[in-house]
């Protein structure tokens, strides 16, 4: 039991990351644009909150964490909206390739964020990793009394604040594309822009908002790794650039459902960490577990297109840039 | 009905004269470098000229270096040589990392497994054909349910990606050598059973000429051959297709065999040619790079043999300034982006002219 608690709690803060990574590109995909820059828009989000925690931390005398926290959160969110402002900017009014341009989104970003996640300690004189240990404790911090409850305390009331929020963002996106008028114009934008173009819809300012929106939540995925799931510092080692792939294929999972893109996110969390509590694995066979995931999805993907259900469909016009010149 | 012009206009060029399409991109690859040299003034306060001049260092500097900086361009420019036919088709095969690594495993299996019993050219041969073989396999299965269901292509080849690499993951921890290294180490280091022969005294001069007869290989059949004009048509248009009595189906699925089994060729040669180890970087990002290279190139081999120069010139000298200047080797590929962003965003430049609104126009409009 004690094993199985572990097991959920490891999975939903791993799940947090990627849903984050999701419910943004759900937003993004459903005005039509792929954005395959997602794990690039994460390490932009990520980085920029350590980098603004760091400043804040080194020039505050007595750095408070709240303060900390609303800085690096905003800075997380603009550097991310920033990454998809360039992708939309390329695409949108350059209409430039999708793929390409998400590609070189993630490369950028992966590498903007490993240089200056690398060396940006050492650029400002000190030695070692960096680490914003204040404000990373106050992104942990939940409510000693409620998560002393046993383990239902522990099971929902011993993460810090970003957990919580990603399922709020998650069901409100799921109202704002299924209730909202201003979600309804979005995702007509997707299926076919030429009519809602016609219907007086501006594709266009569509298009935009929703991508630099989606890479705004996305970037937060990024955020809560580096200040949560690794505790304030940074690795270079491409993890979340692994978790990046992982949220779009999070998306395909869910096919297109925020709401749905919860427990799926959880389930993918599970999926990835079962091996840590099945006895006798090696280490060879539990890179194999690590693949399943990905699997899964591939599943999803082939029984979604097998069955053509239309509400389940990927957005119709995704991946195809929108010329009005040349309906 | 509109009481003004908008502001700006973009019309479709009706065809711009070949020297002036590369003036354009060419203007756009100088504006990404000074964009570059800003960044790295801003971040290093050193003088650019002298950064460039240290990359070209990195990437140039020894016969060694220029060799190893040809040796990686070919191997990105075997993949994208690999993607072209399936871009053309406009199937988009994000999938070449997977492919890689598939190829990779192949050859390393033989490596590991025939390389006391089998001669050298036994080991090459075969291990040829089974990295042919396992890059077609991963390349086609999308092509078949793309064929028959209709599946998206962009996300099954990704997910494609990820699967490889935990199977690599998986065979390295099998192979492991010395155990406990979570790496296979150098492959038959002693005997070099299976490596490719250094001809001329040059160690990849082979490398090199392989893949270059695959770019013209490539070149030739794409342009000359019936299947090269199918699959342009499908890529145009399926209907057209279906129309002309060309089998969709069959295209796609050969398209894609073809595809995967160049890519992984380059896993062959990464193994085989350059590495002699396997582990996830035997791909390490190239099969995403090259989907850039083999997109900007227009299909057109010749072009992706400069494009694949330039990045991997980028990395190596990337790699050199990091070292010189206490930096890490990642600048390399923020380097990289930028210009392939200036790069991308040149294209609409060639493909469409934009008029601003002039203001004796506008009086013209104003009494209507």
């Not at chain 1, 046993?150 to 998650?170: C, D, N, P, T």
């Not at chain 2, 227009?298 to 992706?304: G, L």
Request: hydrophobic share 50%; proline share 2%.
């Amino acid at each position: 039991m004690t094993q199985l608690i572990s097991l959920l709690t490891s999975a939903i803060v791993f799940g947090t990351v990627i849903l984050y990574g999701a419910v943004g590109e759900i937003i993004t995909e459903k005005s039509g644009n792929l954005n395959l820059g997602v794990p690039g828009i994460m390490f932009l989000g990520g980085i920029a909150g350590l980098a603004a925690a760091f400043f804040y931390e080194l020039h505050a005398a007595e750095p408070i964490g709240f303060v900390g926290l609303i800085v690096s959160f905003i800075a997380a969110v603009a550097a991310s909206a920033l990454g998809g402002l360039i992708y939309a900017f390329l695409t949108i009014s350059l209409r430039a390739n999708q793929n390409v341009t998400g590609l070189t989104l993630t490369i950028f970003g992966a590498g903007l964020a490993n240089l200056f996640g690398g060396s940006l300690n050492a650029l400002a004189g000190g030695v070692g990793q960096i680490s914003v240990a204040t404000t990373s404790r106050a992104y942990r911090a939940y409510i000693p009394s409620l998560a002393g409850l046993g383990r239902v305390g522990q099971l929902f009331f011993s993460f810090g604040f970003m957990a919580y929020l990603a399922i709020v963002l998650a069901l409100a996106a799921n109202w704002f594309l299924n209730r909202s008028r201003v979600g309804l114009n979005l995702r007509a934008v997707g299926e076919d822009p030429a009519t809602a173009d016609a219907a007086g819809i501006n594709v266009t300012r569509y298009k935009y908002l929703a991508t630099c929106v989606g890479a705004g939540i996305s970037g937060l995925g990024g955020l809560y790794y580096a200040m949560d799931y690794i505790k304030g510092t940074w690795s270079t080692d491409g993890t979340i650039e692994a978790l990046g792939w992982l949220a779009v294929a999070l998306v395909i999972f869910a096919t297109w459902k925020p709401a749905r893109a919860i427990w799926s996110a959880y389930l993918f969390g599970v999926l990835y960490w079962a091996y840590n509590y099945i006895t006798g694995l090696s280490r060879a066979s539990i890179e194999l577990f690590k693949m399943l995931p990905y699997v899964v999805t591939i599943i999803v993907l082939v029984a979604v297109s097998m069955r053509r259900s239309r509400e389940s469909q990927p957005p119709k016009s995704l991946g195809l840039s929108y010329f009005r010149e040349e309906r | 009905m509109t009481k003004h012009e908008p502001f700006i206009h973009i019309a479709r060029r009706d065809g711009l004269a070949w020297w002036r399409a590369w003036l354009i991109r060419l203007a756009a690859a100088v504006l990404a470098l000074l964009v570059s040299a800003l960044f790295i003034y801003s971040l290093t306060k050193l003088n650019p000229v002298k950064v460039y001049a240290a990359m070209w260092e990195g990437a140039f500097g020894t016969p060694r270096r220029a060799w190893i900086t040809a040796r990686d361009a070919s191997i990105l420019l075997c993949i994208g040589v690999g993607l072209a036919p399936a871009f053309m088709m406009r199937f988009w095969n994000v999938g070449a990392e997977g492919q890689v690594l598939m190829g990779g495993c192949a050859t390393a299996a033989v490596l590991i497994y025939c390389g006391r019993s089998l001669p050298t050219a036994a080991l090459l041969g075969i291990g040829l054909v089974v990295s042919l073989a396992a890059g077609a396999l991963w390349g086609v299965v999308p092509a078949l349910f793309k064929a028959k269901w209709n599946t998206n292509e962009t996300l099954f080849t990704l997910m494609m990606n990820y699967i490889a690499i935990q199977l690599t993951c998986f065979l390295v921890a099998k192979w492991e050598n010395p155990k406990g290294s979570n790496s296979v180490g150098i492959i038959n280091q002693q005997t070099q059973a299976g490596w490719f022969p250094a001809i001329a005294g040059k160690q990849y001069l082979l490398n090199v000429i392989i893949v270059l007869a695959v770019a013209v290989g490539m070149y030739l059949y794409l342009k000359y051959t019936k299947q090269g004009y199918e699959i342009s048509v499908v890529g145009e248009s399926e209907n057209t297709a279906r129309y002309a009595g060309i089998s969709v189906r069959r295209v796609l699925i050969r398209t894609m065999a073809i595809s995967g089994a160049v890519c992984g060729l380059s896993g062959f040669i990464a193994v085989a040619g350059a590495s002699h180890t396997i582990s996830t970087s035997t791909a390490g990002g190239r099969g995403f790079t090259a989907i850039i290279v083999a997109w900007m190139a227009k299909f057109n081999t010749f072009v992706m043999i400069l494009i694949a120069l330039l990045l991997v010139f980028l990395e190596k000298g990337a790699i050199q300034i990091a070292s010189q200047f206490h930096l890490n080797d990642y600048a390399s590929n923020v380097v990289e982006g930028i210009i392939l962003f200036f790069l991308l965003g040149s294209e609409f430049f060639i493909q469409y002219t934009v008029r601003f609104r002039s203001h004796k126009n506008k009086k013209e409009v104003a009494p209507s």
